[in-house]
T-cell receptor, first 114, second 114 residues
Framework: GENVEQHPSTLSVQEGDSAVIKCTYSDSASNYFPWYKQELGKGPQLIID?????GEKKDQRIAVTLNKTAKHFSLHITETQPEDSAVYFCAASELTGGGNKLTFGTGTQLKVEL | SQTIHQWPATLVQPVGSPLSLECTVE??????LYWYRQAAGRGLQLLFY??????ISSEVPQNLSASRPQDRQFILSSKKLLLSDSGFYLCAWSVPRRSGNEQFFGPGTRLTVL
């Protein structure tokens, strides 16, 4: 089955700096890669995703890049703000018409310091 | 718009007691439904998923079971809770016909088994 590794487990940045979180996956059939943000005590919220036919996707201060050959993808947050502090999870999945199963990374605790 | 509800929000149960957690989705039909467990400081582990009424797939052998008595209702149960069942339980849904297959999470149930 799929295995997703995520690094780093914790990340501290100064407000205004950029943050980068990296994930690798093992199954070459995976073709859908979402990123979730989870605030304390809440359910994860989908913030951006990318499909394998695209190398990069950007949404305001958030961007995701995908390298299918190397089987890794990354989340980039620019101009970080205190409200960006949360746990971020990457995931990988093979798109099917049936039960879509996501395999998650172990999470990155991002802390944006003033 | 679609919404997903989970209850209760928090639950404290003694070892050996039964469990019933409920999840309902509004605003969509025939969703795929999922139950995840998140241990403290850990990633999300898929427990069950369902592509239709009465159709349940189990991902991990355990003390829990799931049922889908109605199209938009997903229930997680146990006859006798173990200490190891403590955790944050998350329900999620996705629409299989959409190209993205994004999964959207509910607010979660915090279960503590004493």
């Amino acid at each position: 089955g799929e295995n997703v590794e995520q690094h780093p487990s914790t990340l501290s940045v100064q407000e205004g700096d950029s943050a980068v979180i990296k994930c690798t996956y093992s199954d070459s059939a995976s073709n859908y890669f979402p990123w979730y943000k989870q605030e304390l005590g809440k359910g994860p919220q989908l913030i951006i995703d990318i499909r394998s036919n695209v190398g990069e996707k950007k949404d305001q201060r958030i961007a995701v890049t995908l390298n299918k050959t190397a089987k890794h993808f990354s989340l980039h947050i620019t101009e970080t703000q205190p409200e960006d502090s949360a746990v971020y999870f990457c995931a990988a999945s093979e798109l099917t018409g049936g039960g879509n199963k996501l395999t998650f990374g172990t999470g990155t605790q991002l802390k944006v310091e003033l | 718009s679609q919404t997903i509800h989970q209850w209760p929000a928090t639950l404290v149960q003694p070892v050996g007691s039964p469990l019933s957690l409920e999840c309902t989705v509004e605003g969509t039909s025939n969703p795929n439904l999922y139950w995840y467990r998140q241990a403290a400081g850990r990633g999300l582990q898929l427990l069950f998923y369902s592509v239709g009424i009465g159709q349940i797939s189990s991902e991990v052998p355990q003390n829990l079971s799931a049922s889908r008595p109605q199209d938009r209702q997903f229930i997680l149960s146990s006859k006798k809770l173990l200490l190891s069942d403590s955790g944050f339980y998350l329900c999620a849904w996705s629409v299989p016909r959409r190209s993205g297959n994004e999964q959207f999470f509910g607010p979660g149930t915090r279960l503590t088994v004493l």
